[in-house]
């Protein structure tokens, strides 16, 4: 036998052991607590403990249970949200807790059976039961089927904590006590016990009766005095005699222990708990088998004593069903009736069901009545049961077309025993019995042991007309818990939408509210911004034209040096291959002049090479400058930027995608700077040689007009000018033959002698590149820019076209636009409260519904 100290401050030990649940007194503390179960599991968990519900009460009862999981974790993470939210959420909790017992409590006046319902009900003499005087004291759990190895039973006393709360409901509350009447004292003692007893009932209330309660409670508070500093035992085990004896002194309204003051204890006893085997051999009594995961719970008469009234409202709290006995002898008494006030206060506790179909009406120890039952007059049953059922609406049916139960549980006791071989003490009662209420049973009487047909008995005895009818409603209980369960989560859901959408509404309100359109003008403008930023890069290029091309010029002017400088190293070689000594002055003219032609072709090749080969360094210098404009204006960076440095934004203007775009433009110049100095060809001023020349020479060798050798003469310069000018002099429209003709036809040439011819030809082209290429150049280079720009306008749009269709699904991007709103706090509210409501509303989607 286990012992528990009583310190005062000592919570209670929880009971322990037999899968059965812990009875503690708030039965909130039953939670739904497996809750991280995988579902096989949970099916398995759930079909074992109810198991009266079939496969598709499971998927439904397991569909709530996760709702309310997914609700829980809701009101985790958002605790405000719990707050009025508790009653229901509790009544869901409760619902669902699949591991809650099926609870029956047996209610009536001393002496009426109860016990003897609960031991026959569990097929043996567990509970004393006794004839003239009150004998159950507390209330009593029995849960069946326990997994133990040995059957225990175990006392919890009440504690400073209950008895304070005992004070605050049943005196305090119930009578309106104030705090001018009464303090409740933070340690119960001696002094406050004793001035407890003196105060006066209030005005208004029926002393008597207050009088009674105060009494009953002082008694338990010197109950605990007594004993608090005693060790109590609280286990006892149900095999050994001498622990039973023991238990049953603690526990029995009519033991020794209980009877004198000094000693009397079972005040003190909150509940106790059997954990028992239950029927070994349920083959032989089937018709007698409770649903498994069945709680029993004997409670003591009703107007024992006003303690007895409390430990029944305690005791009925958290009935699922609750058994109402009466005996024949009193039905129709006057207090039969006040009873039943009493029993409807009691279970009105509960409420969660109807009280027609919570309340099983019987009507017991028919074996006693003095009449037949077949005779028997009903009417004062059936008042009571009006009375009872008073405002359900409908009567129940229960036996028959009768709104009760006609039971006698001794004869199903002694029939049960029977049919489970054991001895019954008295034989001949049980055949006395067997005579009145059964007389057909009787298979034959063999003198003082007749013969009798214990199943007939048993059926007769009309409990298992009550066993049915408890098993049924364990069904329809599961059926109900469902219900209650999703009502309940549903109008928590629904409760916490509405408030949500009403926060939103009032939000809204205090902001346009309209977001979606926001949204889309944010994207329009930021488009449009871009837009700007590229046409205001182009505009301030193209206002850079002038600086452009004067910059270009220089660079071109450098060229022109290149090319100068070049064709100076060249020369001399051409000079050598070309032109040769002749003695000989009119061969040597004539030669000399097919020769200086050569030469000058030759340079104005090279000429044209150079200069082709050159400007594709002024295409490169172009790009360069775009690439450096770009970059100081931070184009790219803008870009990313304005486009919510989204991932499609890097990747469009990424490194990538600009280095594309300047070698396309790199390609387009240098392409065009190739062709450039093809474009001036057929220009006869760029032309070095002009195309008559030749010829005009010829004739003029073979008429022997030479004069002017090495000199030509002024007006074949002129004639040659002028053609090669389009017939007007030019100061640059220089006769290059004539000045090679003024070179001194020597092997070996100063290089200054050729300043003269390099300038000439200098002069032949610097135009075209300084003037016309570069102007060409740069025009192009604005082309390329307008395509560069082009290309990346039409990216810009593709872009916030993207983005205003995924808008809402990329969370990335609407992230960052919510940043740009302007009241980004409602917004981010509202988006909160959105997003709560999403949740909800996946909750609410109910099975039932
Ligand atoms: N003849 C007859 N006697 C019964 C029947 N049921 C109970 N009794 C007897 O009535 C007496 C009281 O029965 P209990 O079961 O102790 O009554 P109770 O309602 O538990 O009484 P308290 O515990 O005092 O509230 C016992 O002697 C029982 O044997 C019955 O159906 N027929
Ligand atoms: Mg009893």
């Known amino acids: 036998m286990n012992t528990q100290s009583y310190d005062r401050r000592t919570p209670q030990t929880r009971i322990v052991g037999g899968g059965a649940p812990d009875a503690s007194i708030d039965p909130r503390n039953r939670g739904v607590e497996e809750a991280s179960l995988d579902t096989p599991e949970l099916v398995q968990a759930i079909a074992h403990n109810l198991p009266e519900v079939d496969p598709s009460q499971i998927d439904r009862f397991i569909q709530q249970y996760r709702r309310l999981e997914h609700l829980k974790a809701f009101l985790e993470s958002t605790p405000t949200a719990r707050e009025g939210c508790e009653p229901l959420l509790d009544k869901a909790v409760r619902a669902l807790s699949y591991q809650r017992p099926y609870r029956i409590a047996l209610v009536g006046r001393t002496g009426v059976g109860k016990t ?4 026959t009900l569990v097929g043996r003499e567990l509970l004393a039961s006794q004839q003239g005087q009150p004998v159950t004291g507390t209330v009593t759990e029995i849960f069946q089927d326990t997994s133990d190895s040995e059957e225990r039973a175990v006392i919890r006393y009440r504690d400073m904590e209950n008895i304070r709360s005992l004070i605050q409901r049943e005196l305090i509350e119930r009578f309106g006590l104030t705090d001018a009447d009464f303090v409740m004292p933070d340690e119960l003692s001696g ?19 207050f009088k009674n309660v105060q009494t009953a409670l002082a008694n338990v508070m010197d109950q605990y005095l007594r004993f608090k500093d005693e060790e109590l035992p609280t286990e006892f085990c149900l095999t050994d005699n001498a622990a039973c004896a023991k238990l049953n002194a603690l526990i029995t309204e009519n033991s020794e222990r209980n009877q004198v003051d000094k000693t009397r204890i079972v005040g003190l006893i909150h509940s106790v708990a059997y954990y028992i085997h239950g029927d070994v051999d349920q083959e032989s009594v089937p018709e007698l088998r409770l649903p ?10 009703i107007s024992g004593s006003p303690l007895h009234d409390i430990i029944i409202a305690e005791g009925i709290q958290d009935a699922d069903a609750v058994v109402f006995i009466v005996n024949p002898k009193r039905v129709g008494q006057s207090d039969e009736k006040a009873l039943v006030g009493r029993i409807r206060e009691a279970i009105g506790l509960n409420g969660e069901l109807d009280a027609a179909e919570q309340i099983f009406l019987v009507l017991n120890a028919i074996d006693e009545s003095a009449v037949d039952p077949e005779r028997m007059d009903r009417a004062p049953m059936t008042e009571l049961a009006r009375e009872l059922y008073a405002d359900s609406g409908k009567m129940p049916n229960r036996d028959g077309d009768m709104p009760y139960f006609e039971l006698s549980a001794l004869a199903a006791a002694l029939a049960r025993t029977q049919l489970q071989g054991g ?14 209420l059964a007389p057909e049973a009787v298979l034959e009487q063999a003198g003082a042991n007749p013969e009798i047909d214990h199943r007939a008995v048993l059926a007769r005895s009309g409990i298992s007309k009550l066993v049915t009818s408890l098993n049924d409603f364990a069904g329809e209980r599961v059926a109900k818990q469902i219900q209650t369960a999703d009502a309940a989560i549903t109008k928590i859901v629904n409760r916490l939408i ?33 837009e700007d930023l590229l046409l205001t890069f182009r505009n301030t290029q193209l206002r850079n034209k002038a600086a452009l091309t004067i910059d270009l010029r220089n660079a071109a002017t450098k060229l022109c040096d290149d090319v100068d400088a070049a064709v100076r190293e060249q020369l001399p070689y051409l000079w050598k291959k ?57 184009i790219q960076k803008r870009l990313i930027d304005a486009s919510y440095g989204h991932p499609l934004a890097t990747e469009a203007f990424g490194e990538d995608a600009i280095t594309a775009l300047s070698a396309e433009m790199q390609r387009g110049l240098e392409a065009f700077s190739e062709r450039l100095i093809l474009a001036f060809l057929p220009e006869p001023a760029f032309r070095f040689i002009s195309p008559g020349q030749d010829t005009r020479l010829k004739a003029k060798s073979a008429r022997g007009n030479l004069s002017g050798l090495p000199g030509l003469p002024k007006e074949t310069l002129t004639a040659i000018n002028g053609h090669a000018n389009g017939g007007k002099a030019s100061p640059l429209s220089t006769d290059l033959m004539a000045i090679v003709a003024q070179i001194p036809p020597t092997l070996s040439v100063e290089p200054s002698s050729f300043d003269r011819f390099i300038q000439a030809v200098r002069e032949r082209y610097e135009s075209v590149v300084l003037v016309d290429s570069v102007n060409a150049l740069v025009n192009v280079y604005e082309y390329e820019m307008l395509k560069a720009e082009r290309c990346l306008l039409t990216t810009v749009e593709k872009l916030f076209r993207q983005f205003r269709d995924t808008r809402l699904s990329d969370p990335a991007l609407f992230e960052r636009m919510l940043r740009d709103t302007t009241d980004l706090t409602v917004r981010q509210e509202i988006n909160d409260l959105n997003m709560k409501i999403d949740e909800l509303t996946e909750i609410q989607r109910s099975p039932e519904g």
């Not at 498994?292 to 008469?301: A, F, K, Y």
């Not at 030759?602 to 360069?624: C, G």
Request: proline residues 4%.
């Open 423 to 436: 001895t019954i003490e008295d034989p001949r009662k049980y055949a006395a019995i067997v005579q009145t």
């Open 292 to 301: 498994r995961n069945t709680c029993l719970v004997d409670l003591p008469g």
């Open 498 to 530: 509405s408030q949500y959408q009403m926060e939103i509404a009032s939000k809204s309100s205090k902001t346009s509210g309209d977001f979606e359109s926001y949204d889309e003008e944010q994207l329009v403008q930021r488009c449009r911004e871009l």
């Open 116 to 119: 003897q319902v609960l031991n």
């Open 191 to 209: 002094e406050f016990a004793t001035a407890f007893r003196e105060i006066e009932p209030p005005v208004g209330n029926d002393p008597e009766r």
């Open 578 to 634: 070309n032109v040769t000594r002749d003695t000989d002055i009119v061969r040597a003219v004539s030669y000399y002049n097919v020769q200086a032609r050569q030469l000058v072709s030759e340079v104005e090749v090279m000429v044209w090479s150079e200069l082709t080969f050159r400007l594709k360094y002024l295409a490169t210098s172009l790009v360069d400058h775009y690439e450096t404009a770009f970059a100081a204006d931070e």
